[in-house]
C-alpha cells in the first residue's frame, strides 16, 4: 500500500476525521493489498463507502490485472439487484460505493 493511503488508514483509525473533495471520511471499513475501503459522509449526510485502489505489487502487468480485475468485481454488482448489494454511484480514480 502505497504512503499516501496509509496514512488517510492511520489518521482514521485513530478515529479522525479527514475532508476528502465533497466527502468526509469517518473510518475504515476494510483493508488489504489492493488498499482500503473507507466510511464516507456527503454534505447531505449520505453515507458511502470508498475505495482507494493501490496495489502492493510494483509490476505493471500485475498492476494492469488487479485494475482489470477489480472493475469486473465492479461490474458484476451492477448486474446483482438486492437491497443489501451496494450501487456504484460514481467511477473514477476513485470508486464510490453506497
Known sequence: MNEEIENIKKILEQK???MFGEFILE????S??????VKAKNANGKYFAIKFYYPSDTDKNSINDGIKRFKRKVNILLTLKHKNIVKRFRINSVFCLS
Open 16 to 18: 479522525q476525521k479527514i
Open 27 to 30: 473510518g475504515v471499513l476494510g
Open 32 to 37: 488489504g493489498q489492493q488498499g482500503i475501503i
